[in-house]
């Protein structure tokens, strides 16, 4: 088998296409949940202590005869909040699906043929 077939095989297996459609929702789900912080969340808490843009936070070090330099921690506060919002959706998502798992899993097995068979025996001879 060649290696252009071994990947075709590959590519068209189901957990690559459902890997790459779950990557492009991930993607446009962390667009919401960046606006949702950013344009939602930030603003009150914001507003809360004194006004504060978070986006805007930044600490300004010289840099000799260049320009100053930035570091925007407020940028990385609210990648923080979107990290935490993000990773608390996925685990209530994964919490949900391992609760269907496992009511699923709880159902109780139909016995074997063989055993409805000797427990229908069992009640002829008792008869």
Do not use: C, H, W
Request: proline share 6%.
């Amino acid at each position: 088998m060649s290696v252009l077939q071994e990947f075709k095989q590959f590519a068209i297996k189901g957990n690559v296409v459902d890997m790459a459609v779950g990557v492009i929702i991930g993607a446009a789900f962390g667009k919401i949940v960046t606006s949702l912080v950013t344009d939602v969340v930030m603003p009150p808490i914001g507003v809360l202590i004194g006004g504060v843009d978070f986006s805007k936070l930044a600490i300004s070090l010289p840099a000799g005869s260049g320009p100053a330099v930035l570091i925007s921690y407020g940028k990385f506060v609210q990648t923080v909040v979107d990290f935490a919002i993000v990773a608390a959706v996925i685990f209530l998502v994964v919490k949900g699906i391992n609760s269907l798992k496992k009511k699923a899993d709880e159902a109780p097995a139909a016995p074997p043929a063989q055993e409805v068979l000797l427990t229908e025996i069992r009640d002829l001879l008792k008869k």
